[in-house]
Nanobody
Framework: DVQLVESGGGSVQTGGSLTLSCVASGSTNSNCMAWFRQLPGKEREGVAGLAVNGRTTYAAFVKGRFTISKDNVKKTLYLQMNTLNPEDTAMYYC????????????????????WGQGTQVTVS
């Protein structure tokens, strides 16, 4: 099994930046990983995904503001978020799934069996 622990959330003003981290336990070097976010009463939505082969995908609303990356030695997934706006306010989750190297990144929540507990991002 994989356990994921997010951190780095907080409160920031419009236009500010935050970097989220997600530390994984267990073997994740052969795992696809992604960031999702969720507002109360709304469905979880994909933000950014990273495949084993390094390919990335981003939701349309990211518009070049966010960057997903991973440090395999530290087993840590990152989400660098710039130019934040109030619409980015949400609970952010990282997720992981085992996948072959030829599989691309996915932003479908049902694709991921492993989830962290979330970290809150508030933009005002």
């Amino acid at each position: 099994d994989v356990q994921l622990v997010e951190s780095g959330g907080g409160s920031v003003q419009t236009g500010g930046s935050l970097t989220l981290s997600c530390v994984a336990s267990g073997s994740t070097n052969s795992n696809c990983m992604a960031w999702f976010r969720q507002l109360p009463g709304k469905e979880r939505e994909g933000v950014a995904g990273l495949a084993v082969n390094g390919r990335t995908t981003y939701a349309a609303f990211v518009k070049g503001r966010f960057t997903i990356s991973k440090d395999n030695v530290k087993k840590t997934l990152y989400l660098q978020m710039n130019t934040l706006n109030p619409e980015d306010t949400a609970m952010y989750y990282c997720a992981s799934r085992s996948c072959p190297s030829f599989v691309g990144p996915s932003l479908l929540p049902v694709s991921y069996p492993y989830w962290g507990q979330g970290t809150q991002v508030t933009v005002s």
